[in-house]
């Protein structure tokens, strides 16, 4: 057998990796499969060890003919604010655009340079392109700007002024840098610059990333060609995620949607995927998941990146639990922060971990942070610890660096529970405390982890009062049964209000609405009301298995957990297709016709712009998809006129039109 294609994925928890046999479907064109725990401050060391695992499963003669990758890492950076300090070019804005479309919260730190020039709508220029000026603050580049992001005012109706300012960057500099124009075809300034912004933030990380994966490949004699997932699940090179890694943010979600849909052959379904860190809900039809046209928002930031219309829940097995008292009845909340298992913990320091739990089991009283432990995520310097601004996170550090601390030793006052919380935030350390994984080992759905450190942690859980003094559960199995009772609700809840809004129901907390309960129960009295999926319910992810069985009760829906649901991520990673999209607009002018904006030529007639713009735009977006590694190539067209009545008559105000290529990646 050869021609296997390899997908691998990094996910918060774990990194993935599978081989698939093109010529088969389903899953049956799962080969082998292997999981490695990701390894945060280095993510190669995770890659590595899942792709050596997956290869041991292979066949001699086997061999490898197209190799992918889907990646949480540009999210992730997003999310928590990682990422190098980067120079943002603004040309033709002023002061003000600043503080529009999130920009202004996104560059706090990094340098801003705005000089005249821009063009109008038409394309026209509206002022020359300040070259001098902006060579002369480039003279004073801070030592840690490493990249730059250049946005001109209407640069997507005419990119000249980005390009020349892109060039004098790149020539004074060396630095790497990004144009808005390249990121997005639409307007609004301010958001484009943000997405420029982002992106220019992510290259090096990125970078990083895809360079560190395509070494551990050539080490092993994988010689294929090797591709990155999108952020709508489509897949493009390696050169083009590490230019542009924007467009990666969610491609591990969109990844574990292709591969979900692939593996149980459902064209139309709801599905959902959980995982150690969160989970991830999302819509199929016609076996492509639905795209969210307005972009993606990520950490707050709302980008002009095209991705899939997902909702994800800080809800996965290793979320942290804790508790509701606020109310007459006390409730157990999960997420959306994640910890470590404190069964995982003492698999890697047994001694550490069971004396600790011991002796605060010994004890009468039981204390907030008991069966608590806080470590450090990755070995530090001492110049690390000393650069830290707060006085006592530096005190943590410390306590820290010779490994796992008892938190409820460490933690003595709420100023050292907020540093240590900081310090969390910042990557720099991991809370262990009682998860869901936990819960799992101790009913006897799990066997990965140490089962004793699980019964004890929870059993000092157990004894912990609530405001009105009751204990949260009845030993151990009660609460770790009131624990997995509050995932498959929660899960059931992050399903059902993904269905209600794709269904188009208002934006409401339909979900927990007494008549939506009410249905679901399905309810007979003087009305009768039956809420349920009308579709399966796709259920991917490390725990799917255990779980969703129970979710879809709670649904009245159909459940498909497909074989190899667990590797659904890497799955996706090489089932997907290439896909490039180019858009562009065609306007009318003040003095009479009509300007083609895709490389602003000007006609008399309206039919006649539109025609060049198609024109240009299918052997742009075929180009660009064949450069894509893409073959058998189908381009598709999408046009929309805007046209006004004026005094009875039509009149054109603009066409936009859109051209999509998709294609199969080319295999060795």
Do not use: W
């Not at 310090?423 to 998860?435: C, E, K, N, P």
């Not at 890497?570 to 562009?584: D, Y």
């Amino acid at each position: 057998m050869s021609g296997l294609q390899l997908g691998i994925d990094t996910g918060g928890t774990y990194t993935d990796a599978v081989l698939v046999d093109h010529e088969r479907s389903g899953a049956d064109a799962i080969v082998a499969s292997a999981k490695a725990l990701t390894t945060r401050h280095d993510l190669s060391i995770g890659i590595g060890e899942a792709l050596d695992g997956v290869l041991a499963l292979a066949e001699p003669k086997q061999q490898i003919s197209f190799a992918s990758i889907s990646t949480t890492l540009a999210t992730n950076a997003i999310v928590e604010g990682q990422g190098q300090r980067v120079g943002l070019v603004a040309i033709g804005f002023e002061p003000a655009d600043l503080q529009r479309g999130g920009l202004a919260g996104a560059v706090v730190d990094d340098l801003q340079i705005l000089i005249d020039g821009g063009h109008s709508a038409h394309g026209v220029e509206k002022a020359p392109l300040a070259s001098d000026e902006l060579e002369r603050q480039l003279a004073s580049l801070p030592e840690d700007v490493a990249a730059f992001a250049v946005v001109g005012h209407f640069a997507v109706r005419n990119p000249e002024h980005e390009l020349a300012a892109r060039d004098l960057i790149a020539r004074v500099t060396g630095r790497p840098v990004t144009c808005s124009h390249e990121l997005t075809a639409k307007l609004n300034g301010p958001k484009r610059a943000l997405t420029c912004v982002l992106n220019a933030r992510l290259v090096g990380l990125i970078g990083q990333l895809l360079t560190s994966a395509d070494q551990l490949l050539t080490e092993r004699n994988i010689t294929c060609p090797r591709m990155v997932v999108r952020g709508d699940g489509s897949l493009v090179s390696l050169d083009f995620a590490t230019t542009r890694p924007i467009e990666t943010i969610l491609s591990g979600p969109a990844a574990s949607l292709v591969g979900a849909s692939f593996l149980a052959e459902a064209p139309n379904a709801i599905v959902s995927d959980i995982g150690g860190t969160t989970t991830d809900v999302a819509v199929l039809r016609d076996g492509r998941p639905e795209i969210d046209r307005e972009g993606a928002m990520v950490g707050g930031h709302q980008t002009m990146v095209e991705a899939v219309a997902m909702r994800t829940s800080g809800l996965g097995g290793d979320s942290e639990v804790g508790i509701d008292d606020r109310s007459k009845s006390t409730t157990i909340v999960l997420g959306p922060r994640r910890v470590v298992p404190v069964s995982s913990l003492a698999v890697e320091q047994p001694d550490v971990v069971h004396a600790v739990l011991d002796r605060q089991l010994a004890r009468l009283a039981t204390r907030e942070n008991d069966g608590s432990f806080g470590r450090l995520t990755r070995p530090i310097t001492a110049a690390i610890v000393a650069a830290h601004e707060n006085e006592l996170g530096r005190e943590l550090l410390e306590a820290m660096v010779e490994g796992p601390v008892e938190l409820t030793e460490t933690l003595t006052t709420r100023r050292h529970e907020n540093a240590f919380n900081a310090l969390v935030d910042s990557g720099l350390a991991q809370r262990i405390a009682v998860t869901p994984t936990d819960a799992a080992h101790v009913l006897g759905f799990q066997s990965s982890f140490d089962l004793s450190a699980a019964e004890k942690g929870l059993a000092l859980m157990a004894r912990r009062q609530d405001r009105h003094g009751d204990t949260l559960g009845n030993g151990p199995v009660g609460l770790a049964q009131a624990i997995i009772d509050a995932l498959i609700a929660q899960s059931a809840e992050a399903v059902l209000s993904v269905a209600l809004a794709e269904s188009g129901l208002p934006d409401v907390d339909l979900a927990r609405h007494p008549l939506t309960v009410a249905g679901l129960g399905g309810l007979r009295d003087l009305v009768k009301i039956d809420v349920a999926l009308d579709v399966p319910l796709v259920a991917v992810g490390a725990s799917a298995a255990t779980y969703y069985q129970r979710v879809a009760a709670e649904l009245n829906a159909d459940v498909v957990v497909p074989k190899h649901a667990e590797v659904a991520n890497a799955v996706g990673a090489v089932v997907g297709q290439v896909r490039m999209t180019q858009q562009a607009t065609v306007s009318p002018l003040k003095r009479g016709g009509f300007r083609a904006h895709v490389d602003s030529t000007d006609f008399e007639e309206f039919e006649d712009a539109v025609s060049h713009t198609i024109e240009q735009l299918t052997t742009r977006v075929e180009a660009l998809a064949t450069e894509q590694g893409a073959r058998q190539i189908e381009t598709s067209l999408d046009r929309n006129d805007v046209i006004a009545e004026v005094n009875g008559q039509e009149i054109v105000v603009e066409s936009t039109v859109t051209a999509t290529s998709i294609g199969r990646p080319e295999f060795a």
